[in-house]
Nanobody, 119 residues
Framework: VQLVESGGGLVQAGGSLRLSCAAS????????MGWFRQAPGKEREFVTS????????RYKDSVKGRFTISRDNAKNTVYLQMNSLKSEDTAVYYC?????????????WGQGTQVTVSS
């Protein structure tokens, strides 16, 4: 599975960005998808995940109410809508996929896309 993220960039605090992750190489049937992020000097951390059907989502506490994950299985794409962005959201955002559920070590990763929030 190849995962390719897009949509990152520079945005002012309070602004919005929408990240996309397009998957290719095989069917993602049964795969959960997720987003992780890594800020400079920090470890990579879980942000959000969504199960195959889209009916179950999980969020890091600090992004609840601001970020929304969704997926379009017909397009093999997962999205991350980020609103009310804060400077502490600045990081490289990685898309991930894993059969069943997203754990701490998903099987497949994208290359990452930079999100920079200016204060």
């Amino acid at each position: 599975v190849q995962l390719v993220e897009s949509g990152g960039g520079l945005v002012q605090a309070g602004g919005s960005l929408r990240l996309s992750c397009a998957a290719s190489g095989r069917t993602l049937s049964g795969y959960a998808m997720g987003w992780f992020r890594q800020a400079p000097g920090k470890e990579r951390e879980f942000v959000t995940s969504i199960n195959w059907s889209g009916g179950v989502t999980r969020y890091k506490d600090s992004v609840k109410g601001r970020f929304t994950i969704s997926r379009d299985n017909a397009k093999n794409t997962v999205y991350l809508q980020m609103n009310s962005l804060k400077s502490e959201d600045t990081a490289v955002y990685y898309c991930a996929a894993n059969l069943g559920v997203i754990g701490s070590a998903p099987e497949f990763w994208g290359q990452g896309t930079q999100v920079t929030v200016s204060s």
